[in-house]
């Protein structure tokens, strides 16, 4: 359930229980999914009021606007692994 986009790392659920994925990918379940996103540079207010409105993404099959969201700036960034960004 779900996917990795080409710059993404995570955990991959795989499932064949019908019930399961409806609970967590269903939109009107509303399940509160939360991430933790490394950027390029440092993220500024304006940019976070952006992201917390929803954005425009393009996906092979078009143009797709987020839904709006909560986003914070962690006080202190995660131990996480190095990254090589493409």
Same mark, same amino acid.
């Given at each position: ?9 995570? +955990? ?5 229980? =019908? ?12 399940? /509160? !999914? ?16 952006? +992201? ?5 993404? =393009? ?12 986003? /914070? !700036? ?13």
């Amino acid at each position: 359930m779900g996917r990795l986009d080409k710059d993404s790392e995570g +955990l991959l659920v795989l499932t064949n229980d =019908k019930s399961l994925n409806d609970q967590l990918l269903n939109p009107s379940k509303k399940h /509160k !999914k939360t991430y933790i996103v490394q950027v390029e540079n440092e993220i500024d207010e304006k940019a976070i009021a952006i +992201l917390s409105k929803g954005v425009d993404i =393009k996906l092979e099959k078009g143009m797709y606007r987020t839904l709006p969201c909560t986003v /914070k !700036k962690l006080p202190k960034p995660p131990v996480l692994p190095d990254r090589d960004p493409p």
